[in-house]
């Protein structure tokens, strides 16, 4: 992350990572290791016609033609490679639909005026919580980056080959209830279930009534034990009990709401950010 005091666009921020599979070529690998790594790269990414040519031109293939050969062979494998991988996590960033899909964890700052936990934050961007079915909790005052943030732990998911789906609150209670009345609730269900993340802003921005409450457990038990969500919310969580099930009275106990939160809440890491300046004015946006 930036410790710098003004956010500059990265010429490469939009840049793929390499596969964490690929393994960079060194003058100093000796040809049996290159071998192996060409044919580990052509399994991978399902070149099996190419890898049995390959197999058989090494076994006939004279000792001094071999090294060269084996060289100018690994440089193309890897080539491939690479381009199958930026493709395809340039077709999971378009996919994922974030709001900022050119955020990025490098261009994240440290404001004056701006606090939040920096050690979970890099914590987070190694994608960890996602293997572990974790969920990241991400709350703040309007204009604090919350959104920022969530996109950019989006954006470094794609990078690392995880589905994503960015979606407001509003907009996926309106998709559900939606897809309940055209009778394709399975197919909607699946879109989201499919995924690996999903980020959810505007999280609770307002009470939701019985109905929404109850679309909102179905949606929640659905994806939460098979992939990880980020909730970007105003309000702590201390404040969504009373949000949830909006429309009782506000001593009133409410079952669904408990059911809500428990599947949050008590797998979920903490990401809260204090702000005593927008970030929207510190960047010139409206």
Not at 93 to 115: T, Y
Not at 227 to 234: P, V
């Amino acid at each position: 992350m930036k410790n710098a005091p003004d956010e500059k666009k990265q010429e490469n921020e939009t840049e793929i990572e390499a596969s964490p599979q690929s393994t960079p070529l060194s003058d100093e690998i000796d040809t049996e290791t290159l071998k192996a790594q060409i044919i580990e790269i052509l399994n991978r990414i399902h070149l099996g016609g190419m890898r049995a040519k390959l197999e058989e031109l090494m076994e006939t293939l004279p000792a001094e033609r071999m090294a060269p050969f084996i060289s100018i062979f690994a440089l193309i494998a890897v080539a491939e490679d690479n381009v199958r991988n930026t493709n395809k996590q340039n077709r999971l960033l378009r996919a994922a639909d974030l709001h900022l899909p050119n955020a990025c964890m490098e261009d994240v700052e440290a404001v004056e005026g701006r606090h939040f936990d920096v050690d979970l934050l890099h914590q987070l961007s190694t994608c960890e919580y996602i293997r572990d079915h974790r969920h990241v909790i991400v709350t703040g005052a309007t204009g604090c980056g919350k959104t920022y943030i969530s996109n950019a732990l989006a954006t470094k998911a794609c990078r690392k080959g995880f589905r994503v789906k960015y979606i407001r609150l509003p907009d996926l209670l309106n998709e559900s209830d939606a897809a309940r009345k055209n009778a394709t609730y399975s197919k909607f269900r699946s879109t989201y279930t499919r995924q690996n993340l999903i980020v959810i802003d505007e999280w609770l921005l307002r009470p939701l009534s019985y109905e929404e409450s109850l679309s909102l457990l179905d949606f929640i038990d659905a994806c939460s034990n098979s992939c990880s969500l980020i909730f970007c919310s105003q309000f702590p969580v201390k404040d969504w009990y009373t949000r949830i099930d909006g429309d009782r009275d506000a001593n009133t106990a409410s079952t669904l709401a408990e059911a809500v939160l428990d599947r949050i809440i008590h797998n979920a890491y903490s990401l809260h950010i204090s702000s005593n300046a927008s970030m929207r004015k510190h960047y010139g946006l409206h």
